[in-house]
């Protein structure tokens, strides 16, 4: 799904348009219902989690907010949390129900999940380095490329190189704040 154009149907969702809400429901309800139906193990469930999510997207659409992460791992962090609660709601001990999940198939998701968001995260925060800066750090840890390369290749000293990217490793690492979106997205 192309990210600009999701966050663009969710703000004409905001504005009251269906057939946005109806193109956002048909590019994302397979993916809802498959996560849903992974942790309750019961179809019927997982529907009505399913149509849970998708109302609070068509109430809500600015819930969702694009420093967090993208619109994928929203609905994935949703759906997963609507389905806890539905567990709680209807077994007093979650533990049983949790020990009876097939943990292994649980844990990829989430780990498959989790690649996608840190995928996500490290794309916008290199598209946030200057051009020199991305380009170097691209070039070193994506490449493959050494530091004498890069300054070979782009005809800088040394010394400059390291510092280049030396400064874009400490930018990146400011843009860490983006990971904060699975902490405060219950909010």
Known sequence: MDANRDEQLLKLISKGSKAAFNQFYANYVSFVLQIAIKVLEDRSEAEDICHEVFIEVFQKPLQYRPDKGSVKAWLAV???SR????????QPILVN???KLDTEQAIKLEIH???DIEKEILKNALQQLPKKQRDLIYGAYFEGK?????????????G???SSIR????????QKSLVQWARTDRE
Request: with cysteine.
């Open 78 to 80: 949703k759906t997963k």
């Open 83 to 90: 389905c806890i609660d539905r567990l709680r709601k209807h």
């Open 97 to 99: 129900k949790l020990e």
């Open 113 to 115: 999940v989790l690649m």
């Open 146 to 158: 050494t530091q004498r390369e890069l300054a070979e290749s782009y005809g800088k000293p040394l």
């Open 160 to 162: 400059t190189i390291k």
């Open 167 to 174: 400064y874009g490793l400490q930018n990146l690492r400011k």
